[in-house]
């Protein structure tokens, strides 16, 4: 059984990082689901960056959640790639949107560990809601006190423990804040804690799986998903 392929906020290898043509990309190249991440705007829009500030991924300046949405969506997100020119930062209703009539899944990764936007877990899990796609999502961060608010309010969503470095019998951590998953930094992953994970009904999930040997050795680990900025490569590797 080969691992699922989840596109790392998008297909991000060949289009700009958690942006709409990231997104479908990752539909057209065969993704079984899809990782992004989100903040909130000034006037509580749950959109879709990764970064705190802006300066990275797009021609703005400054703080995410000091900019309302109407500023926010003015931004170019495109890299500097002409092809994807006027790309900006997408809501998060537009991915549920564009995700809800497929069967892929989607991994929305709450960034509140270093601005813990008040009111996160409950907009997230409302929009969720208003979609229908409670089956299909994974709610994870590296907060792992939101984890476990989330585990609370939302019981019939999944939540998934991000990290990144040797967690000691993470199976049982994910049990303790009440999460169904785990999802650390491939290097941290060994098949050991793969089939300690699978006996105790945790899925693992390894990010970001960029390489040919790494999917290699995580296959072989038996992990459920891997996390990829190339899920195009990966599905042609499965079906070969």
Aim: some cysteine.
């Amino acid at each position: 059984m080969y691992p699922l392929i989840y596109a790392h906020r998008g297909a991000s290898g060949h289009a700009p990082e958690n942006t709409m043509a990231a997104f479908r990309l990752a539909v057209q190249e065969g993704a079984g689901g899809i990782e992004l991440d989100v903040q909130l705007s000034a006037d509580k829009q749950v959109v879709v960056i990764h970064d705190e500030t802006l300066d990275r991924t797009t021609d703005g300046t400054g703080a995410v959640g000091s900019r309302t949405w109407e500023e926010l969506c003015r931004l170019d997100a495109s890299f500097g790639q002409e092809v994807y020119r006027g790309e900006g930062i997408p809501l998060l209703s537009q991915v549920l949107e564009l995700l809800a009539p497929t069967q892929l899944e989607l991994n929305i990764e709450l960034k509140n560990g270093i601005v813990p936007y008040d009111g996160m877990e409950e907009a997230v899990v409302r929009l969720v809601r208003q979609y229908g796609m409670e089956k299909r999502i994974v709610l994870s961060s590296f907060n792992h006190y939101s984890i476990a608010r989330l585990a609370g309010m939302a019981p019939d969503m999944e939540t998934a423990v991000l990290y990144s470095e040797g967690l000691y019998r993470p199976w049982e951590y994910a049990a303790f804040v009440g999460a169904r998953s785990l999802h650390p930094h491939y290097l941290a992953v060994t098949p050991e804690i793969v089939m300690n994970a699978r006996m105790a009904g945790v899925k693992v999930r390894p990010w970001t799986v960029n390489s040919d040997d790494d999917y290699r050795r995580m296959a072989a680990a038996g992990v459920d998903a891997v996390i990829t900025n190339y899920p195009g490569r990966f599905k042609a590797m499965q079906k070969a």
